[in-house]
């Protein structure tokens, strides 16, 4: 069975790249906290640090990119790449002397 593709919307992929990662990480805060309000896996809540939450975040966006990929939306999941890669640029100059510490 062929895939068939479409063009998708550059614009639609770059505002979901850009909202995803915010949303992961807020996630990921209100996981952590809620871990250390219940006292679930106190040592688990104190090694992540922002760096982590982040990260997750960024990693947050292979779900719609996987979504649209399998959907054949091609400038799509290209509008995803754009401030994906944007965030991880910042995110490594960001944090880029917490590597080696």
Do not use: Q
Request: hydrophobic fraction near 55%; proline fraction near 4%.
């Amino acid at each position: 069975m062929k895939r068939r593709y479409s063009s998708g919307n550059l614009w639609k992929g770059v505002a979901i790249g850009s909202i995803v990662p915010v949303i992961g990480a807020i996630l990921g805060w209100a996981l952590i906290d809620f871990m250390a309000e219940w006292n679930w896996g106190r040592a688990a809540t104190d090694t992540f640090s922002p760096r982590t939450i982040s990260l997750i975040g960024l990693i947050f966006n292979l779900i719609p990119f996987h979504f649209f990929m399998n959907r054949g939306e091609i400038n799509t999941v290209r509008g995803i790449l754009f401030p994906t890669m944007i965030f991880a640029l910042a995110w490594f100059f960001y944090f880029r002397t917490t590597f080696f510490s």
